[in-house]
């Protein structure tokens, strides 16, 4: 168990032309099947993408486990916290609908469009969160790519939030970052996440079209929304 838990932690992956580490691979084939489970509306995705947070907050959070520079991802880093938050508000909320009765085709939740006043809510929450990452990483921080990683910083707040609400239009949210994230990725030499992240906008497309389809045929099977004393409670 021990010589497990010392090659998570410093372990390295051969590749052609290389090693890779351990817990960045690891870490990403968690919140692939984190991602997987999402697009069938499973409850486990939210504990499965838990595990690859805390893997990946460890790697960002050390920008020298890249090879390619010296300085933390602050914005990816601090995004697996987010989604370590966010994630357990998705969890008790998926669960609770779940056994509430759930979707009709026995998903835990029925996915819809955001209605008018929710994608304001969207967006008034992305210009924000940008601004906040943004002043975050350049004034308190520091990070390698500020600009870039506020708006994958905020962008994937917003879509984590979007698919625990159940909205489609987290999947379109999703697009935006990985197109940002990829280009970062590959500079700051996190080839294997770069390529999570290629993989990702493939799935993301085909996550959205399922999704899509869901909104037009299934219907949730209960009216006990979880309330916000219940969640303040």
Do not use: C, K
Not at 157 to 173: D, K, P, S
Not at 211 to 224: G, H, I, M, Y
Request: avoid cysteine.
């Amino acid at each position: 168990m021990m010589d497990l838990l010392e090659w998570l932690i410093h372990g390295e992956i051969p590749v052609p032309g290389g090693e890779l580490g351990a817990r960045e691979v690891i870490g990403n084939l968690f919140g692939l099947a984190s991602a997987i489970l999402g697009m069938r509306r499973l409850v486990w995705a939210w504990p499965i993408g838990l595990v690859g947070n805390i893997l990946l907050f460890t790697v960002f959070a050390t920008g020298e486990l890249s090879g390619q520079i010296d300085e933390p991802l602050w914005g990816q880093a601090g995004r697996q916290v987010f989604f370590a938050a966010v994630s357990l508000y998705g969890w008790w909320r998926w669960t609770h609908l779940r056994r509430a009765g759930g979707a009709s085709d026995g998903g835990a939740i029925a996915p819809r469009w955001a209605t008018g006043s929710e994608r304001l809510q969207l967006l008034v929450l992305g210009v924000v969160g940008y601004a906040a990452a943004y002043v975050l990483l350049t004034q308190v921080l520091g990070s390698w790519g500020p600009t870039t990683e506020a708006w994958i910083l905020a962008g994937s707040m917003l879509a984590t939030y979007g698919m625990a609400r159940g909205w489609v239009e987290f999947w379109l949210i999703w697009i935006l970052v990985d197109v940002v994230g990829v280009t970062t990725l590959i500079q700051a030499g996190y080839y294997p996440t770069a390529g999570m992240y290629l993989f990702y906008a493939v799935f993301v497309v085909i996550g959205f079209v399922v999704w899509l389809r869901a909104s037009r045929t299934v219907v949730d099977a209960t009216d006990a929304e979880p309330s916000t004393e219940a969640v303040s409670a």
